[in-house]
């Protein structure tokens, strides 16, 4: 995932391929990038669109950074399913 912090709104953007040829999720959410506050508006959201419990998320790698790998845990196929539809809307 891309993270866009302190933005307007708290959304998903769809899918985009980066300058690098990998594919992920562009992801914005209103919440400063101080103290861990990003990552958990980020966490609460994608547990939302996903219809996950937060506490079956976590953050795998890049507390820091732009880019993010999340662990969730679900089933890979409903996951798979509601990660297409958010990409075709």
Same mark, same amino acid.
Do not use: Q
């Given at each position: 995932m891309r993270l866009t912090p302190s933005a307007s709104r708290d959304a998903i953007d769809?899918?985009?391929t980066g300058s690098?040829?990998?594919?992920?999720?562009? =992801?914005r959410v209103r919440? =400063? @990038?101080?103290k861990g506050k990003a990552n958990q508006a980020l966490i609460a959201l994608i547990a939302k669109v996903l219809g996950v419990?937060?506490?079956? $998320?976590?953050? =795998? #790698?890049?507390?820091t950074q732009r880019k993010k $790998?999340?662990? #969730?845990? &679900?089933? @890979? !196929? !409903? $996951?798979?399913?509601?990660? &297409?539809? #958010?990409?075709?809307d």
């Open positions: 769809g899918f985009e690098d040829g990998e594919e992920h999720l562009k =992801v919440a =400063v @990038p101080e419990p937060k506490n079956r $998320i976590s953050l =795998v #790698i890049g507390d $790998i999340l662990r #969730i845990e &679900a089933d @890979p !196929e !409903e $996951i798979e399913k509601r990660l &297409a539809e #958010i990409s075709r």
